[in-house]
């Protein structure tokens, strides 16, 4: 168990429908990342937060957003969902950087979505 | 541009037998961390190991070894004596933008490894 909690653990939802995925990060961290796992893509990046502001963006699209809210819990938001956003979702965190060095990200168990 | 790459798509063996994973980087920052993770067929993401490009060390815990050199750019995973439990996709990941988007990971594709009884 990494620490990292994510609800909820499936989601079935129709094309054009939004869906809030929400991730707890381990106890004392501050940063949360979010990762999408589809078979054709692999695992990409696709936003980070640290201490409730956006840090970095990656293969995100505007359909997506994402929050962290103040008490550090964060929240992807997914809109007018297509088939192809079928995937599993990961949320990790991390407490950053400490003394110069990068510290390890751990992963939550995945949301899996699937769009029909 | 950085980049992870593991050629290696599946790999089947039989328990107690000795398994590499490789696993090759580029990128164009001089420092670095690396990763790799392990997906288990439940799907969760388990945290294995991270090296950092300024410790050239190689390591061994329990059945578990990491081989990591600059010079070829590879960060090769090494399991010892095989178990079924051990049967999951393999992650290499490396950190993009060291000293700017802190720490976002780029992984490569996996290599499943099956450990047959």
């Known amino acids: 168990d990494s620490g990292v909690t994510q609800t909820p653990k499936h989601l079935i939802t129709a094309t054009g429908q939004r869906v809030t995925l929400r991730c707890s990060p381990r106890s004392g961290d501050l940063s949360v990342y979010w990762y999408q796992q589809s078979l054709d893509q692999g695992l990409q990046f696709l936003i980070q937060y640290y201490n409730g502001e956006e840090r970095a963006k990656g293969n995100i699209l505007e359909r997506f957003s994402a929050q962290q809210f103040p008490d550090l819990h964060s929240e992807l938001n997914l809109s007018s969902l297509e088939l192809g956003d079928s995937a599993l979702y990961f949320c990790?965190?991390?407490?950053?950087?400490?003394?110069?060095?990068?510290?390890?990200?751990?992963f939550g168990p995945g949301t899996r979505l699937l769009v029909l | 541009a950085q980049k992870v790459t593991q050629a290696q798509t599946e790999i089947s063996v039989v328990e107690k037998e000795d398994v590499t994973l490789d696993c090759v980087y580029e990128?164009?920052?001089?420092?670095?961390?690396l990763f790799w993770y392990k997906q288990p067929p439940s799907g969760e993401l388990v945290f294995l190991i991270r090296r950092n490009s300024f410790d050239e060390q190689n390591e061994i815990s329990g059945r578990y070894s990491w081989n990591f050199q600059k010079s070829t750019s590879s960060f090769n995973f090494t399991i010892t004596a095989s178990q079924v439990v051990d049967s999951a996709v393999y992650f290499c990941a490396l950190d993009m933008n060291y000293g700017g988007s802190q720490g976002n990971l780029i992984f490569g594709k996996g290599t499943k490894l099956s450990v047959k009884p």
């Open positions: 990790a965190s991390s407490v950053g950087w400490t003394s110069g060095s990068l510290e390890t990200q751990y």
């Open positions: 990128t164009r920052d001089t420092t670095y961390y």
